[in-house]
């Protein structure tokens, strides 16, 4: 059995064992395939500085500071890894799976997937990634170097329900099957509640130090895949009680807003479905989001001669716009543009902060980059402003459902249709999520998981 890091470790790095922190850093770039790297999954680099950027009002257009975190320093280039991780630790920690005996099925429709084969193979276990055939080539390409098998759905990013079915039937192909589903196990989120949200609470306050906001997080905004992510929303409620949970959907499938159905192409998003792990009765703001806006934005910012002109029209810090180039995915747009739409919905202001993530970065939309330059061509200077003023500077505050009692109710109850009626879940178990008392037991769990790998260390060091 290989473990990795606490989850006390992944939020504070410098509490593992110097040895063990030493080497997993030097194998970070030296041999990212070691199991040693397991101890890379966190939001901090070797300084213990989080990964995050303070987006150029240049580009936002707002006076409300907006930072992303991002996840591309992380092993396999997603923090989707430290859910895969987080997951498959529990399941292993619980006696559900044996490395040796199960395969493990990681339902996703993309960074999921891919940090679930790379997590697999680190910790031993043979791993088979189900993911739509319509998503990037970068994404399979990925998943096949990790040495996982992938099982091909029909459709693209809005198709989970086929996801789902073909789960079913590997679950019903033996006993050795264990499905490892996102959408559902809580062990996705308690890493963002305990590991996210710590680590961005302690962030506002290194930033308040810098002159950046006053030292709280005003909102935390979103887009939902698995709901995994925006989790970390809920400790920073409990730390500000006023703090403003704000999630992110396609206008294209617009699921929570409108029932939506359809495609969409913000990768990594929107799913048809509200997921089992998503706290929808503490969502304080529902935003949709053009996905052709998404990806016109990140066009922006991966071509050079666009990319200039926030620097010699807009002021932009040269330092800055470069490392942006690279940065940011699809995805990431998206919740820039709602983290846009937040502060002027909530008419924040300079000492306010919200905070963003970016799930993984360029290197996964090559491809989708190439096709819109086929598509739109390359950008001019005058394309590239009307992509700065007529997409970011003039995000509006439209498509938005506050997080009213009435509409805490109706995403509730849209999990129904696929958890109780699809998926076998209970009515009462359903209704038992309306107790915040429920997430809270399960906020909980994060110290009893750490006291069992802890001991697993102490009881047998040489397997650990």
């Not at 936002?60 to 890894?81: A, L, M, W």
């Amino acid at each position: 059995m290989i473990t990795g890091p606490t989850f006390e470790e992944m939020l504070h790095p410098d509490k593992i064992d110097a040895a063990v922190r030493e080497k997993a850093l030097k194998a970070r770039t030296e041999d990212p395939l070691d199991p040693i790297n397991l101890f890379n999954i966190t939001w901090r680099d070797a300084d213990n500085t989080v990964y995050h950027i303070v987006l150029p009002p240049a580009l936002t257009g707002v006076d409300t500071p907006i930072v992303v975190i991002f996840g591309r320093s992380f092993p396999s280039g997603s923090h989707k890894v430290g859910a895969a991780y987080s997951v498959l630790l529990e399941k292993e920690l619980f006696g559900e799976v044996d490395p040796a005996v199960h395969t493990l099925v990681w339902p996703s429709t993309g960074n999921y997937g891919i940090g679930g084969a790379w997590v697999g193979g680190r910790m031993g276990c043979k791993s088979i990634v189900v993911l739509p055939q319509g998503m990037s080539r970068e994404r399979f390409e990925r998943i096949e170097s990790y040495g996982a098998q992938i099982n091909k759905t029909v459709g693209s990013e809005s198709n989970v329900k086929e996801i789902y079915d073909e789960t079913h039937r590997l679950r019903t192909s033996g006993d050795h099957i264990r499905i490892l589903n996102q959408f559902e196990v809580m062990g996705n989120y308690r890493f963002h509640y305990h590991v996210t949200g710590n680590t961005i609470a302690e962030l506002a306050t290194e930033l308040a130090q810098q002159g950046i906001g006053s030292g709280r997080v005003s909102a935390f905004v979103s887009a939902m895949g698995s709901a995994g992510t925006i989790a970390a929303g809920d400790r920073l409620k409990q730390i500000w009680p006023d703090h403003k949970i704000v999630g992110l959907e396609p206008i294209q499938c617009p699921t929570l807003y409108n029932n939506g159905y359809g495609a969409h192409d913000i990768e990594g998003i929107g799913d048809k479905h509200v997921t089992w792990i998503h706290n929808v009765n503490n969502m304080d703001a529902l935003m949709c989001i053009d996905d052709l806006d998404c990806k016109k934005g990140l066009q922006l910012l991966s071509e050079e001669r666009a990319r200039a002109v926030l620097v010699d029209r807009y002021g932009a810090d040269p330092a800055i716009v470069e490392q942006m180039a690279t940065l940011f995915g699809i995805s990431t747009i998206c919740n820039i543009l709602g983290a846009i739409k937040t502060a002027k919905y909530y008419n924040y202001g300079a000492d306010d902060l919200i905070v963003t993530v970016a799930t993984d970065s360029l290197d996964r939309y090559y491809s989708v980059m190439d096709n819109m330059a086929q598509a739109y061509g390359t950008l001019d200077e005058a394309a590239a402003v009307g992509r700065v003023e007529g997409i970011f500077h003039a995000m509006k505050t439209d498509w938005i459902m506050p997080g009213t009692p009435e509409a805490r109710t109706r995403w509730h109850n849209l999990k129904y249709y696929t958890w109780v009626e699809q998926q076998g879940k209970s009515v009462e178990e359903l209704d038992a999520q309306r107790d915040p008392a429920w997430w809270q037991q399960h906020q909980a769990l994060v110290t009893e998981i750490d006291s069992r790998l802890n001991a697993l260390r102490e009881a047998e060091p040489s397997k650990v």
